[in-house]
């Protein structure tokens, strides 16, 4: 039905030949469970490869975004300066021709 392996295990003490293990492949483990195993891990080797390159397109987006927040912090900051800076001309203007 099947064809035992045979593995050839060294003596420990004798030079003189090597011992015959008689391995059954169907214990402890069916065929089936070995490929289950075997597919469970490149399972899991695929979403840890999902995951480092989702972790380094994450990091990528996070600093993109970062910048973007940065420029847009610089923009508000740049535009209120404008926007104070154009309050306080007007009312220098608006109080001269008063005083004139």
């Known amino acids: 039905m099947f064809r035992p392996l045979l593995v050839q295990v060294p003596r420990q003490h004798e030079h003189t030949g090597t011992t015959a293990v008689l391995l059954n ?5 069916t ?11 490149m399972l899991l080797l695929t979403l840890l490869i999902k995951a480092r390159v989702q972790i380094g397109a994450a990091s990528a987006v996070g600093i993109a975004l970062l910048l973007l927040q940065t420029l847009v912090f610089l923009a508000i900051s740049g535009g209120l300066v404008l926007a104070a ?11 001269r021709p008063a005083a004139a």
Not at 25 to 29: E, G, K, N, R
Not at 31 to 41: C, F, G, Q, R, S
Not at 85 to 93: D, K
């Open 25 to 29: 492949p169907l214990c402890p483990f």
């Open 31 to 41: 065929a089936a469970k070995v490929l289950a195993l075997k597919a469970t891990v």
């Open 85 to 95: 800076g154009g309050a306080a001309l007007v009312a220098t203007q608006q109080r």
